[in-house]
């Protein structure tokens, strides 16, 4: 071997070397950041006793089946489609292929009814032959519900539960109304990762379609039984959830909205020292998220909901119609003045009912808490933090944080509002939570250490949503 040629494999040596230390150099740096943030977050999430309360939660509950969407796909023998298309519900595999497409393609979540009984069937049994696919206690308020009593908190669950699911709930939980015997309503959780390819459609981002096709659900069949409980169970919370069921499902004339009454009347007694939360879903149909808007969330203190529900109300508030399919990855800026606006529309707009004085928005990237100012919510900032920390222990399966599966997807600053972009919050690592006053409101954002190594995606607006009001009451 020549001396030139040794001389330029040690310098190809070195330029190996020194990428690779510049790389780990860059790499340490990140995760001393991440490190930083997450002590910042722990250290917020600390601040501020559990309080021991009572909090009672409506309505539903369903055996969950979680399963790699793809997988599920293929054993249908779906194609994909030529041209995605979204539909209300779900009828046959051609509209499946198409509806699945459409959100996928935008890494939307989305839960629909499937309207055709055998067809849903079928989607079952091959989600259970699938390997890898996990069983768990479903449904916002039975979630909510085992969220709140890990918390500590006592807990009262309207929902008719089978024996099987009754035994899922933690011990501290008491559930009104009759255990049944029937048979459960099971929700089939499609799931998929970032970047996963389906002929040509590729997701942006994990998500989830939800398939379901509940007869009971639907009914609220619990209400009675829950009003009558709560009179003597006096909690401090009361959260309502579940209400997504409701959408598509066919209901003979005038039945959907006798039900919607009858909750409307039960908010209405609720005694005022106790409050009102209204957990927002995935809705299509306009006209029941209006009755929704009416009976229920003009009788609530507090709203939580996600980026694409967001849009979905503002949609409704603004022009009467629901947005389908949003923004997969907002900007604070978007996400803060759609809050605003919903706020002051509430606010104002109110003849009967109660005033919104809560507002909790989760994204992937951050979570945003905005209270009245002159309300009884408390530690808003500790809030922020800890729906923060909840959104990555959900998605990762874990409580204990390793920065090595997380990433920071915020930016380092953000605009308080896309109609000024000089008026920016420059994000501290070492104290994460940003926190500042505006009219008669407080707002505070938390970036997520997102997980990097997804376990699951569905429920996770549930337990972030407790998450952060627990330490509000
Ligand atoms: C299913 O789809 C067919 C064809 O589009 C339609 O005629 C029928 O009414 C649908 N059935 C239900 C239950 O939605
Ligand atoms: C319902 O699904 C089955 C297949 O699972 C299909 O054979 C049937 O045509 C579907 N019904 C409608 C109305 O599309
Ligand atoms: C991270 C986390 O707490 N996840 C929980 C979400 O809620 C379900 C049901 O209560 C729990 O099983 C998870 O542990």
């Known amino acids: 071997m020549s001396i030139s040629v040794k001389v330029g494999s040690l ?6 070397l020194a990428a690779y230390l510049y790389r780990k150099q860059a790499n340490d740096n990140l995760n001393d950041r991440m490190g930083h943030v997450l002590s910042g977050l722990l250290r917020a999430e ?5 309080p021991k309360t009572r909090v009672a939660l409506g309505f539903g509950s369903c055996s969950d089946i979680f399963v790699d969407a793809l997988s599920v796909i293929n054993g249908l023998n779906l ?33 629909r009814y499937v309207s055709n009984a055998s067809l849903f069937q079928t989607i079952l ?50 559930v009104t109304g009759k255990t049944t015997s029937s048979e459960e309503d099971v929700h089939i959780i499609l799931e998929y990762k970032t970047g996963e390819k389906w002929g040509r459609y590729v997701s942006p981002r994990a998500n989830r379609l939800i398939l379901h096709s509940d007869n009971s659900n639907p009914y ?89 529900e967001l849009p979905n109300l503002v949609g409704l508030l603004t022009h009467g119609r629901i947005t389908l399919v949003s923004e997969s990855y907002p900007r604070v800026a978007t996400v803060l003045d759609q809050m605003r606006l919903v706020y002051n529309k509430m606010r104002k707009s109110h003849r009967t009912g109660r005033k919104l004085t809560r507002l909790h928005v989760h994204t992937l990237a ?42 920071l997807i915020m930016d380092d600053s953000f605009a308080r509002s896309v109609s000024d972009s000089t008026d920016k919050i420059n994000f501290l690592e070492n104290r994460p939570v940003s926190c500042w006053d505006e009219d008669d409101y407080q707002i505070c954002v938390a970036p997520v250490l997102v997980c990097t190594n997804v376990l699951q995606t569905a429920g996770g607006g549930d337990n972030i949503s407790s998450a952060g009001l627990v330490l509000q009451l």
Not at 46 to 50: H, I, L, N
Not at 83 to 103: G, I, M, R, W
Not at 161 to 169: E, K, R
Request: charged share 20%.
């Open 11 to 16: 310098i190809t040596l070195f330029v190996v």
């Open 46 to 50: 600390r601040k501020v006793p559990q």
């Open 79 to 111: 194609l994909p489609p030529e041209t995605p298309e979204h539909f209300d519900s779900v009828n046959s595999t051609e509209q499946l292929a198409k509806l699945a497409a459409y959100f996928f393609q935008h890494g939307a979540a989305a839960e």
């Open 125 to 174: 049994d091959i989600s259970d032959s699938i390997q890898g696919r996990r069983w768990n206690l479903g449904g916002n308020a039975p979630v909510m519900a085992n969220r709140m009593a890990l918390e500590g908190l006592d807990v009262l669950l309207g929902a008719r539960l089978t024996n099987n699911l009754a035994s899922s709930l933690a011990p501290n939980v008491k």
């Open 220 to 308: 609220l069949q619990s209400l009675e039984d829950f009003q009558q409980e709560l009179k003597t169970f006096k909690p401090s919370l009361v959260v309502i959830g579940g209400l997504q069921m409701m959408d598509n499902f066919p209901f003979e004339e005038g039945q959907r909205l006798e039900r919607l009454h009858k909750l409307q009347n039960l908010l209405a007694q609720v005694s005022p020292s106790t409050k009102i939360h209204f957990e927002m879903a995935s809705f299509t149909d306009s006209a029941l998220l209006k009755e929704i808007y009416t009976t229920v969330m003009t009788h609530s203190d507090s709203l939580g909901m996600n980026e694409q």
């Open 366 to 407: 951050y979570q945003a808490i905005l209270t009245t100012k002159s309300s009884s919510w408390k530690n808003t900032m500790s809030a922020a933090a800890k729906a923060s920390l909840t959104a990555h222990r959900h998605v990762c399966g874990s409580s204990y944080i390793d920065v090595l599966k997380s990433k």
